[in-house]
């Protein structure tokens, strides 16, 4: 069956930075994007990042542009969140999801269980 | 402040059918597919709904998504205790070049 296990999350301080891994199994993963989720302590969720099957496109929130970057290895079937200059904010859990991709957009269909990074002093 | 707007909260007793609306703007519902996800207390999200109205395999057809204009609703029938969780929506935003998410609507089962 489809499985995204997330690894890397913790405790971190402001200003520091975190690599985050998502390793995928069950599914065609060089077929499939990938994305990055997260959801804050009590709150709603929040898209971060996708890349396309094949890392021909790339997108980040606005929120993260220019702190976090995805990127994929279709050898391991792993993708991955570098997330730099860390702040408070920043602190949820961070799921990885993944989905075929169609015209302007990938899906998110299988999700994983998540993991958690708190930015703290 | 969420691009995609939910109620905060919906509630109905066993058997009734409720509706959760979504509601968004021509750049992202207006122009794209909407998806719904249901999560557990304590659990990741999972899929519910995909492109407006399909149900994955295993989602029960007491679940249905419908879409009009830059508006979404998710309609639960004969509501069980398990159908307790959050529902958020989902559409690709053009604009933001990214997927935005409605807040969230925490269901209630009285």
């Known amino acids: 069956q489809v499985q995204l296990v997330e690894s890397g999350g913790g405790v971190v301080q402001p200003g520091r930075s975190l690599r985050l891994s998502c390793a995928a199994s069950g599914f065609t993963f060089s077929s499939n994007g990938m994305h990055w989720v997260r959801q804050a302590p009590g709150k709603g969720l929040d898209w971060v990042a996708v890349?396309?099957?094949?890392?021909?496109?790339?997108y980040h929130a606005d929120s993260v542009r220019g702190r976090f970057t995805i990127s994929r290895d279709n050898s391991k079937d792993t993708v991955y969140l570098q997330m730099n200059s860390l702040r408070i904010e920043d602190t949820a859990v961070y799921y990885c999801a993944g989905g075929y991709c169609s015209g302007s957009s990938c899906e998110m269909v299988y999700w994983g269980q998540g993991t958690l990074v708190t930015v703290s002093s | 402040q969420s691009v995609l707007t939910q109620p905060p909260s919906a509630s109905g007793t066993p058997g009734q059918r409720v509706t959760i609306s979504c509601s968004g703007s021509?750049?992202?519902?207006?122009?794209?597919?909407v998806n719904w996800y249901q999560q557990l207390p304590g659990t990741a999200p999972k899929l519910l709904i995909y492109s407006n109205t399909q149900r994955p395999s295993g989602v029960p057809d007491r679940f249905s998504g419908s879409k009009s204009g830059t508006s979404a609703s998710l309609a639960i029938s004969g509501l069980q205790s398990e159908d307790e969780a959050d529902y958020s929506c989902?559409?690709?935003?053009?604009?933001?070049?990214?997927?935005?998410f409605g807040g969230g609507t925490k269901l209630t089962v009285l």
């Open positions: 890349i396309w099957h094949d890392g021909s496109n790339k």
């Open positions: 021509s750049s992202n519902i207006g122009s794209n597919t």
């Open positions: 989902a559409a690709w935003d053009d604009s933001l070049n990214g997927w935005v």
